[in-house]
């Protein structure tokens, strides 16, 4: 800095860079759908057959987002939108890090959905949507919530008193309520197989028991 | 999800498993100074070795964060917190996701500093005090803000209007208006190095002309 005779010759590292070294194609896989509907298990379950075969993720989910990044956020429509925004430009600074970006969020909102698409390079968004009927996840319900809600002890819960605005041209439509979470996974890998996002000659994988 | 003999056996993919397929131990290297000081070049300069030599890293500035994930903030106090608690926060995920991670923030305040190395697991934070003289930087003053600041056209610049509390005990202090970024870089290489963070065997790098 004082030695003026040095001159830094910056030849910063961008996306190709850091995606070039890890030999693939940064995306962000966002997965939408009702709550108990399926998506952070099918997005992990993903994530752990793409680790395995050497691609380098990161999953975005409420647990690691709404205890940090947006833990200063509820659930109104107005602080929904935020907690979007902000995982959007998180799932971004992912991608650009060169990441498989996994991110599962209600996200019910299309006009959310589409601004995280719209600030992502063309073809790094995949909208997957984690379609599984309202009557199954209510029937699910693995931590009690619909029921809390039905009750009226949690306001403003999607798919009962705040609305869920399904996508209307997904890149991915899991029927998550007919298939199981090995076929929702393969028919992942298949179309990231298909759009070129995979090396060739992956193989569908057997999961769970 | 249908098929309920299907039990899928989740081994999430966890911060461990991302750095051991990256043979690098996960690092957030927050760099702090003035305005000018040199944070964003030595941040950028350490960057491109680091990625050259394998390392999987990313770069977290005021670049790519104030124009999206903090575009709704400002330069008060409590907006300066919030910037920093945020990055601090993507910081951590980037780290959980197994990456070397750089910040370069004027970061002005200890306690949000000290924030940020709370919420990391420990041993993961390493504090860099780009130290430069007040005049040197306002010499530098390579974007003209401190004149700005000193014609009152830019508010709570800090250290015009606005305190820079410098760090008590950082893990690295860089004399930045003495040295050059080649020597700053191989300090900060050396110390990676003593700490173990880096694998055996590098060399000091000759930067620049």
Redesign the interface.
């Known amino acids: 800095?004082?030695?003026s005779?040095?001159?830094?010759?910056?030849?910063?590292?961008d996306q190709q860079?850091?995606s070039d070294?890890?030999t693939q194609r940064p995306l962000v896989i966002w997965f939408t759908g009702l709550s108990a509907s399926?998506k952070s298990?099918i997005a992990?379950?993903l994530?752990?057959i793409l680790?395995g075969q050497?691609y380098?993720?990161?999953?975005?989910d409420g647990d690691?987002v709404r205890h940090?990044?947006c833990n200063d956020l509820g659930f109104s429509d107005q602080d929904r939108q935020e907690n979007i925004r902000?995982v959007g430009?998180?799932a971004?600074?992912?991608a650009?890090?060169?990441?498989i970006t996994l991110a599962a969020f209600i996200s019910p909102f299309r006009d959310d959905r589409r601004l995280v698409r719209k600030?992502l390079p063309e073809g790094q968004f995949i909208e997957v949507y984690v379609d599984?009927n309202l009557e199954v996840c209510q029937t699910r319900d693995p931590k009690g919530l619909y029921a809390k809600a039905q009750r009226g002890e949690i306001k403003q819960f999607t798919g009962i008193d705040s609305p869920y605005e399904a996508p209307e041209k997904p890149e991915v439509h899991i029927q998550?309520?007919?298939?199981?979470?090995?076929e929702?996974v393969n028919q992942l890998l298949s179309y990231l197989h298909e759009i070129g996002a995979l090396q060739a000659g992956y193989e569908p994988v057997a999961?769970?028991?």
């Open positions: 800095m004082s030695n005779n040095i001159v830094w010759h910056s030849h910063p590292v860079t850091r070294q890890k399926g298990t992990g379950a994530e752990q680790t050497g380098h993720t990161y999953l975005l690691n940090g990044l902000r430009e998180v971004k600074l992912m650009d890090a060169g990441l600030i599984a998550a309520d007919q298939i199981s979470v090995a929702a999961l769970g028991a």
